[in-house]
């Protein structure tokens, strides 16, 4: 007879914001391990996602809340929640999410606010309560074994890394030119909201704290300054390069929907794959502005200087002026140098006098779905870390995360300052950390 006492209980699942993250990666995802997880609970404003969510799902009507602050207001619904919402709502609805008892997987940024970060990770160690940041990278093969080569000593001690994120000219139009978090006024500065990623990955992969950060870049092409002849806030015929122009959104989303699926980042823009339903998005919605003519404020290109513990140096650049999408990193040590793309899926080790030795991570994993595999793997963390108590060294609790928040927020600080060099110790020092 099946010992019911060893039996695992399943991990129930409320869900604050359903977007592309929210619903079509992390609520999807919880469906690839159902003796372990289960979504009870929804909040989203937008009644078609809604709509669309609670069919799905088969969710009653009396746990589907128009707002986060709504389903905040009942009793705790789930063993936890995944906070999804744009980033100025994170702070509000994490700090309630932990008062009532839930743990959290948090969407990045944490806050926008250093010391919000800071009183959401002292919360969540006062309550007991247990807060995952998505930073997927660190769950992909990819990067799981760059790390395992870096602390494996092979290439000796890491002094130098050179890294680099092509943003790529869509991605950038879509999210950072017409999209969600496209101004930081309302949302939060470039390279905290797209680079804090980056940030925990290379103070990760090299295990040393920051000491110091300097930073230079800027809004220089996506502005009024390059719109074309007869170009109007919405993309239009009127402008002289309709029918040439690489962000034309009735071109680019229209290819998109001739696949018949809707995935992202059209999924953003439409629930379902319907022409009418497009040409009125890009009627009415963000989506269909001209790149040239928005309100639009954060950069489109961005170099970051970091000085780690003990003489180490990090460079990385963020551009939004690449063909196609995908990070790329030299991580040189005092044995050799590490060269690889998580684009092409490739890593290069090359130890000093000796014959480079190449690793195809296609043969290490065949599961790429959503940031190269990490949506998944870090999904699976979590069952590990809610449930089971199993705290992996490479899990984003909160506490690891903030330093990743400090940096990229020093960044911005030393960028708007002129490149002037922030000293890491006095930033935190100033936010009582």
């Known amino acids: 007879m099946e010992n019911k006492a060893n039996e695992k209980k399943k991990i129930t699942v409320a869900i604050a914001g359903l977007g592309s993250r929210g619903f079509h ?8 391990f159902p ?7 929804a909040a989203e404003p937008d009644p078609e996602h809604m709509r669309l969510f609670r069919e799905k799902y088969d969710l009653p009507d009396d746990r589907c809340y128009e707002t986060a602050e709504e389903m905040l207001k009942e009793d705790r619904l789930a063993d936890a929640m995944f906070i999804c919402t ?4 994170h702070f509000r609805q994490a700090v309630a999410a932990l008062e009532k008892g839930y743990d959290l997987l948090l969407e990045k940024p944490i806050s926008t606010n250093p010391e919000e970060c800071k009183i959401i990770a002292e919360k969540a160690n006062q309550l007991g309560r247990k807060v995952l940041v998505c930073h997927v990278l660190r769950y992909t093969v990819f990067y799981q074994t760059l790390k395992k080569i870096i602390d494996s000593g092979e290439i000796g001690d890491v002094m130098s890394i050179q890294a680099m994120e092509r943003v790529c000219y869509w991605h950038q139009a879509h999210s950072f030119v017409r999209g969600n978090w496209r101004n930081s006024d309302t949302t939060s500065s470039m390279i905290l909201q797209k680079c804090c990623h980056d940030m925990d990955i290379y103070l990760w992969l090299a295990g040393k704290r920051c000491e110091a950060v300097s930073s230079f870049g800027s809004l220089s092409y996506f502005c009024p300054a390059y719109a074309p002849a007869g170009a109007t806030e919405r993309c239009s015929e009127s402008c002289s390069e309709y029918e040439t122009c690489v962000y034309n959104p009735h071109k680019y989303y229209g290819n998109l929907l001739k696949g018949g699926k809707v995935y992202w980042p059209l999924d953003v823009v439409i629930t379902e794959p319907s022409e009418e339903k497009l040409r009125e998005a890009l009627k009415t919605g963000p989506y269909g502005k001209c790149v040239f003519l928005n309100d639009n404020n954060v950069v489109d290109h961005q170099v970051v200087n970091l000085l780690l513990e003990g003489g180490a140096t990090v460079n990385f650049t963020m551009a939004a002026f690449t063909a ?12 050799g140098n590490i060269e690889a793309s998580m684009d092409d899926n490739s890593i290069d080790v090359c130890l000093f006098g000796k014959e480079k030795r ?3 991570v296609t043969q ?3 599961d790429f779905f959503g940031h190269g595999g990490g949506d998944g793997r870090m999904i699976s963390s979590l069952v590990r870390y809610f449930r089971d108590g199993v705290l992996d060294a490479s899990v984003t609790t909160v506490d ?8 990229a927020m020093a960044a911005e600080e030393s960028r708007l ?11 935190v020092q100033k936010i009582g950390g």
């Open 25 to 32: 990666a992390y609520a999807t995802l919880c469906l690839n």
């Open 35 to 41: 003796d372990d997880i289960e979504v009870v609970a």
């Open 86 to 89: 744009l980033d100025r709502m």
């Open 324 to 335: 196609t999408p995908g990070r790329t990193m030299n991580i040189m040590g005092t044995k």
């Open 358 to 360: 190449h690793i195809d």
């Open 364 to 366: 290490l994993t065949d």
């Open 400 to 407: 690891r995360s903030v330093e990743s928040h400090y940096v």
């Open 417 to 427: 300052r002129g490149g002037e060099t922030v000293r890491m110790d006095e930033y």
